[in-house]
């Protein structure tokens, strides 16, 4: 029997085509940048590297609770900023009980607070996207009304705590690193790890393996939820008050770290240490900007353009493995 | 399917019942609150359409074939910044300047969306971030005064007591959209493309040009939305908040949009817009507070999103089913 030729479709070949030119250019830029960072004057001293661990570390420790999100198939949270605040508030009222209860409520809101959410999306397949927008909005109007636009002060002083720097580096570093580490292995050895991946990858064979879809989801949530209230916690400390002005680029900073970090927005591929990968990449970005005296405007800019681009390499490289 | 089954599906129903309560509402519920309408209260909930309708049709069209945009909020705050910078001499220039340069980077981004077949979500988060920075670039990091008055005063002035330029601008585009959707082939081929891409494509819907228009075309609306809005408020602003998009999503969702795509009508749109637009004018002439007004928002898009989910149905036949097994009825 004589072979049928299989043509691919010319479509195909010219999404083949822009792989290959798109690897390059990003291997290029990517190189470039390296090359651009270490030639900028003070990039590579202790105090800077410190500085860019310090500053990626708030944004980081949401980020990397986040990325549960996103492997599950969920996309991503918008309503990370409104959670961290709610749980900044929090935390601070709480922290007449000490700062380990403090710490401990703040970070079970969060994750109740997410849960919720986390429930409706496992469970009727929501919309995630726009569930957190209207969850956010609604968190947001909450707070509001609580705090009638006054900031919350802390009740105790145990906030200083998490402002310290032990060894000359923030608390927030080694949290975020311990954290990295224990989500990293929760991801990987545990089974519920397993479980988020494989909904994540395929929400219907999951199903057809009996899984239960909405407890996965709601644990996937809850796990960010308390990684957000931690944040926020780290937060409010910083800030010693909380009020939603807080809130700031804080969501997308967040997304931004996990699409940076490569993990694809479908679900079922990538890694905590990914996203842990990506908030350092866009601290250390920024930081070169700034050496480099480019303003707020430019940094930001450069964030977005550094997302697409990632997002871009990531979706065609799993795209082209598809087909 | 029989015509008088057809006007029963929810893209039919939802947007009339939707915008019939929410008049109702807001014919009676001043009264009830002791609060009485005037012709400025009409004018203010279209003046609040004018901006709103823009972004409804940049975020619902795209949602109707099955892409989601958030790359609008950028586009409506460079939009605003653009026309400030461009149009200090002429208001018209300045539209003009908004327009053409978001239309611009929107074809671009649509380009690259439909021919690399990428995930649309990811992609414009990431726009978004990039253009509030070029955004925060373009006006120096400040907020931008604008000094030119008659573009200013033109905008909103009243026209036939209830309208003004500026919200007679988007009832133009929404009728335009209405005739293209309704008289044309581009309705049931965006709906194709949401429903189905492959069986779109495979149907001959010209799937990649459709995709690099709506986003141009999204982009050209939200920056008109976002030129008109700075003129009318004199000034721009860097950073709109999620505000705005909260706001379109509820009301294409009201408006019969499904958020899984390939449901949904440019009319609904327009219907499900003035719902929104009616409802905040309503919350401000009974002097609801903007954290209560945010809530009712919250909850109302929790609300209908849930109720748009793809697996509650099932959940519910499911449960239905059960139901009924142990109230010992044989099923077929």
């Known amino acids: 029997m004589s072979a049928i030729p299989i043509r691919r479709p010319p479509a195909l070949d010219r999404v083949g085509a822009g792989r290959k030119i798109l690897a390059v250019l990003g291997l290029a830029t990517g190189v470039a940048i390296v090359i651009f960072a270490v030639l900028t004057r003070r990039f590579l001293t202790w105090d800077n590297i410190k500085a860019i661990f310090s500053s990626a570390s708030l944004v980081g420790i949401m980020a990397l609770g986040l990325t549960f999100i996103t492997l599950v198939g969920s996309l991503v949270s918008l309503a990370v900023a409104p959670v961290a605040v709610v749980c900044a508030m929090a935390f601070l009222s709480a922290l007449g009980l000490g700062l380990v209860p403090a710490l401990a409520i703040a970070m079970a809101l969060g994750a109740v607070i997410n849960a919720g959410q986390g429930a409706l999306i496992g469970a009727w397949n929501v919309n995630a996207v726009i569930l957190t927008i209207g969850a956010g909005f609604l968190i947001d109007g909450f707070a509001q009304t609580v705090h009638g636009g006054k900031i919350i002060l802390p009740a105790g002083g145990g906030y200083a705590t998490l402002n310290s720097t032990p060894l000359g580096v923030p608390v927030a570093v080694y949290v975020m690193v311990g954290l990295a580490i224990a989500f990293q292995l929760v991801l990987k050895r545990t089974v519920l790890g397993r479980q988020i991946l494989l909904v994540g990858s395929n929400r219907r064979a999951a199903r057809a393996a009996g899984l239960p879809i909405g407890r996965i989801t709601t644990a996937a949530f809850a796990l960010a939820g308390a990684s957000i209230g931690l944040g926020g916690a780290f937060l409010g400390a910083f800030n010693t008050g909380a009020s939603t002005y807080l809130e700031g680029t804080l969501t997308f900073d967040a997304i931004a770290a996990v699409l940076v970090g490569g993990t694809a927005i479908t679900g079922g591929r990538g890694s905590i240490l990914r996203t842990l990968g990506g908030a350092l990449a866009i601290a250390a970005i920024s930081d070169v900007l700034l050496l480099r005296g480019l303003a707020t405007g430019a940094q930001i800019l450069f964030k977005g353009v550094l997302v697409v681009a990632v997002v871009v390499l990531t979706q065609v490289r799993l795209s082209g493995r598809d087909t | 399917m029989s015509a008088s089954r057809r006007w029963l599906r929810t893209e039919y129903v939802l947007p009339v019942v939707a915008f019939a309560t929410v008049l109702v509402a807001f014919l009676i519920v001043p009264g009830l609150a002791g609060e009485q309408l005037n012709q400025g209260s009409y004018f203010n909930a279209f003046q609040g359409f004018a901006p709103?309708?823009?972004?409804?049709?940049?975020?619902?069209?795209?949602?109707?074939?099955?892409?989601?945009?958030?790359?609008?909020?950028?586009?409506?705050?460079?939009?605003?910044?653009?026309?400030?910078?461009?149009?200090?001499?002429?208001?018209?220039?300045?539209?003009?300047?908004?327009?053409?340069?978001?239309?611009?980077?929107?074809?671009?981004?649509?380009?690259?969306?439909?021919?690399?077949?990428?995930?649309?979500?990811?992609?414009?988060?990431?726009?978004?971030?990039?253009?509030?920075?070029?955004?925060?670039?373009?006006?120096?990091?400040?907020?931008?005064?604008?000094?030119?008055?008659?573009?200013?005063?033109?905008?909103?002035?009243?026209?036939?007591?209830?309208?003004?330029?500026?919200?007679?601008?988007?009832?133009?585009?929404?009728?335009?959209?209405?005739?293209?959707?309704?008289?044309?082939?581009?309705?049931?081929?965006?709906?194709?493309?949401?429903?189905?891409?492959?069986?779109?494509?495979?149907?001959?819907?010209?799937?990649?040009?459709?995709?690099?228009?709506?986003?141009?075309?999204?982009?050209?609306?939200?920056?008109?939305?976002?030129?008109?809005?700075?003129?009318?408020?004199?000034?721009?602003?860097?950073?709109?908040?999620?505000?705005?998009?909260?706001?379109?999503?509820?009301?294409?969702?009201?408006?019969?949009?499904?958020?899984?795509?390939?449901?949904?009508?440019?009319?609904?749109?327009?219907?499900?817009?003035?719902?929104?637009?009616?409802?905040?004018?309503?919350?401000?002439?009974?002097?609801?507070?903007?954290?209560?007004?945010?809530?009712?928002?919250?909850?109302?898009?929790?609300?209908?999103?849930?109720?748009?989910?793809?697996?509650?149905?099932?959940?519910m036949t499911a449960a239905a089913t059960r139901y009924r097994r142990t109230d010992g009825v044989e099923l077929p």
């Not at chain 2, 049709?57 to 461009?86: H, K, N, W, Y």
């Not at chain 2, 988007?170 to 209405?178: E, H, K, N, S």
């Open chain 2, 52 to 315: 709103l309708g823009l972004v409804t049709l940049a975020v619902g069209l795209p949602l109707i074939a099955g892409e989601f945009d958030v790359s609008v909020l950028g586009m409506q705050a460079l939009g605003g910044v653009l026309a400030v910078r461009a149009g200090g001499h002429s208001g018209l220039l300045g539209v003009a300047a908004a327009v053409a340069g978001c239309g611009l980077l929107g074809l671009l981004q649509g380009i690259a969306i439909a021919r690399l077949r990428l995930a649309s979500l990811p992609v414009t988060i990431g726009t978004y971030i990039a253009l509030l920075g070029l955004t925060n670039v373009i006006a120096s990091n400040n907020t931008l005064t604008y000094g030119n008055l008659s573009a200013s005063v033109w905008v909103d002035q009243p026209v036939l007591t209830w309208f003004s330029p500026r919200s007679l601008i988007t009832f133009g585009l929404c009728a335009v959209a209405i005739v293209l959707f309704g008289a044309t082939r581009l309705g049931p081929e965006l709906k194709a493309m949401g429903s189905d891409r492959r069986a779109g494509r495979v149907a001959g819907v010209a799937v990649e040009r459709r995709v690099a228009a709506l986003f141009t075309c999204s982009a050209a609306l939200a920056a008109l939305a976002g030129a008109l809005f700075s003129y009318s408020s004199a000034s721009a602003s860097l950073d709109p908040g999620l505000q705005p998009l909260i706001l379109a999503v509820a009301a294409a969702v009201l408006g019969g949009v499904s958020l899984s795509g390939g449901r949904g009508a440019a009319w609904g749109l327009l219907l499900g817009a003035l719902a929104v637009a009616l409802l905040e004018e309503l919350f401000s002439i009974i002097a609801l507070s903007n954290s209560t007004t945010q809530i009712v928002f919250g909850c109302m898009l929790l609300f209908v999103v849930s109720a748009d989910a793809p697996d509650l149905r099932t959940t």
